[in-house]
């Protein structure tokens, strides 16, 4: 690269948790610039979470970041190509996008999911990936099987 690194924002932490990690789902789920809305579907989806798993000691809060936690990918494969062949590279993944992965993951499979409000489908998908289970952690497994078949090619890494 040849410009320098543009500087990270400093996100303010939201609301009702004061958890800057909220805004930066918040953030990812906000469409059109609406915080507002965004800020409301994350809320009622973290309570009916707390209806669901009424019988666990933890705060929904905690469930959600155990949710993301489990949906977190630690190696992906790019595409790298040596002569006339295309390889799959695994390389690990720095933190702060794994975060961002993760996010995103929870997101696009929560609106695939079926259901009324969005705020349900994402509460279901939080849920679905603390128990280890639903879209966004099956696309961690994938991701770490497809690295782990390619594993051959990790000279490759650049």
Do not use: C
């Not at 209806?51 to 469930?63: A, G, V």
């Amino acid at each position: 690269m040849r410009k320098a690194k543009p500087k990270k924002r400093v996100l303010l932490p939201d609301p009702v948790y004061g958890d800057v990690m909220v805004t930066r789902f918040v953030n990812n789920l906000m469409k059109d610039g609406k915080k507002s809305v965004a800020y409301k579907i994350f809320y009622s989806a973290l309570d009916t979470v707390k209806e669901k798993l009424s019988n666990e000691e933890k705060s929904p809060l905690d469930i959600w970041k155990q949710a993301l936690e489990n949906i977190t990918p630690q190696v992906e494969v790019k595409s790298r190509r040596v002569g006339g062949a295309t390889f799959q590279v695994p390389t690990e993944i720095r933190p702060d996008r794994k975060l961002s992965i993760a996010m995103k993951n929870l997101i696009l499979f929560s609106q695939k999911r079926s259901g009324r409000s969005m705020a349900e489908k994402m509460a279901a998908e939080i849920v679905a990936a603390y128990n280890e289970e639903g879209g966004a952690f099956k696309k961690k497994e994938d991701t770490h099987k497809m690295a782990e078949a390619n594993r051959a090619f990790a000279f490759f890494r650049f």
